[in-house]
């Protein structure tokens, strides 16, 4: 079972990346995707999740209307398209899936992938 996030990298203010979220071992189609991020010396924090079956999704304030997670269950994988990033979004970014038909940033969490860094500079 693996989780693997992928897509991050350096962006100037402004400027868009897409993370990717490849799942092996499980079929993503019954779990729900939790996108979370984490800075150095601050508490890891919830940015979007995706109910498995209804697709209902959920962000956390600093990103509605910037940031749009998705889920391809045909290709077992699902993505967080991020754009008008700001220095504020530099953080490790994480994917992680949940055995539930909904979904929730505050939820534990079944599995979880490697971080992959984003990094917003001029």
């Known amino acids: 079972v693996q989780l693997q ?3 991050g990298g ?4 402004g400027g868009s990346l897409r993370l990717s979220c490849a ?7 019954y779990y729900a995707i939790t996108w979370f991020r984490q800075v150095p010396g601050k508490e890891r924090e919830g940015v ?6 209804t697709g ?3 962000y956390a304030d600093p990103v509605k209307g910037r940031f749009t997670v998705s889920k391809d269950n045909h ?3 699902a993505y967080l398209q991020m754009d008008s ?5 530099t953080a490790v970014y994480y994917c992680a899936a949940r055995h539930s ?4 940033l505050f939820y534990d969490q079944d599995y979880w992938g490697q971080g992959t860094l984003v990094t917003v500079s001029s």
Do not use: R
């Open 48 to 53: 979007s999740c995706i109910a498995s079956s």
């Open 85 to 89: 990033l700001a220095a504020d979004d």
């Open 23 to 29: 799942a092996s071992g499980f079929t993503l189609e």
């Open 5 to 7: 996030a992928s897509g």
């Open 101 to 104: 038909w909904d979904c929730s």
């Open 75 to 77: 290709k077992n994988e």
């Open 10 to 13: 350096l962006v100037q203010p």
């Open 56 to 58: 209902d999704t959920e």
